[in-house]
């Protein structure tokens, strides 16, 4: 089975001046061109044979622009909802409940404290998003190794596939940047003698190579980066055969 975890497409919650709170919302202009060059990308590469989505705005509008391209439908899930967006119990925190007054830590700093009044912590995030693994494996995992499942969600999530792949303790050490529409490619093989999951790519963002006024990378440090082309060598003069010497 091969597994395409995607981040959504840029939300105005994504905006260093957003000044909203953290609400349910949508994508911004630049995120829904995001997310249709992401569906088109994927009509044009990837057979889906199933699509899963979280259940909030972002990622919604996000799905809906791959159901428009390949007429697959999506799947609802509130497991794959971001990191403080249920309580406690599992459940979804409503619309109208929302922006939710987090804590003043960084939720993987202290992995078993709440962030918010009734919210979850670190750890029972991770047990939701890992109960939503376990069940697309129980149903996708022993099919056709070219099975591919697509499932549209958040960073957070991702980072925490990432810890549950991994096998990672409650004290992350690593923090896991996702662009928006980035795809992180894995392949489950249950019979593998090896691992059974394997990681072929982070972050694949060829659909986003027409749309993005900036280099696809997280760090400004790169911004710009892929535009600034190598120089061409220069061309040698004729060699003893009147050829032009390309042995240097």
């Known amino acids: 089975m091969h597994l395409l975890l995607i981040r959504h497409g840029q939300s105005f919650v994504n ?15 630049l995120g829904r061109q995001q997310a249709i060059s992401l569906g088109e990308w994927l009509a044009q590469n990837v057979r889906i044979d199933a699509l899963y989505t979280s259940t909030m705005a972002r990622t919604l509008e996000t799905a809906q622009a791959i159901v428009q391209a390949t007429s697959v439908a999506a799947q609802t899930d509130d497991r794959l909802r ?7 119990d599992g459940l979804a925190v409503p619309a109208e409940c929302m922006p939710v007054v987090y804590a003043d830590f960084w939720g993987s700093e202290r992995p078993y404290a709440q962030i918010s009044d009734q919210g979850e912590s670190w750890m029972l995030f991770r047990v939701r998003v ?3 693994i376990e069940d697309v494996l129980e149903r996708h995992g022993q099919g ?5 499942v697509v499932v549209v969600c958040h960073g957070g999530v991702i980072d925490a596939f990432f810890d549950y792949a991994f096998n990672v303790g409650p004290h992350r050490r690593v923090e896991i940047w996702t662009h928006n529409t980035g795809i992180v490619h894995w392949e489950y093989i249950p019979d593998s003698t090896r691992e059974p999951w394997r990681l072929h790519a982070h972050g694949l963002a060829q659909h986003l190579i027409n ?15 892929a535009k600034i082309l190598p120089p ?4 040698t003069g004729p060699g003893p055969d ?7």
């Open 242 to 248: 009147g050829a032009k010497d390309s042995s240097a």
């Open 232 to 235: 061409a060598p220069p061309e």
């Open 82 to 88: 971001e990191f403080g967006n249920c309580y406690a």
């Open 144 to 148: 056709p190794q070219e099975t591919t």
């Open 211 to 225: 749309c993005e006024s900036e280099w696809l990378g997280s760090s400004p440090m790169l911004h710009g980066a």
């Open 130 to 132: 890992g109960a939503f």
């Open 15 to 29: 905006l260093d001046d957003w000044t909203g709170g953290y609400i349910d919302v949508g994508l911004t202009p």
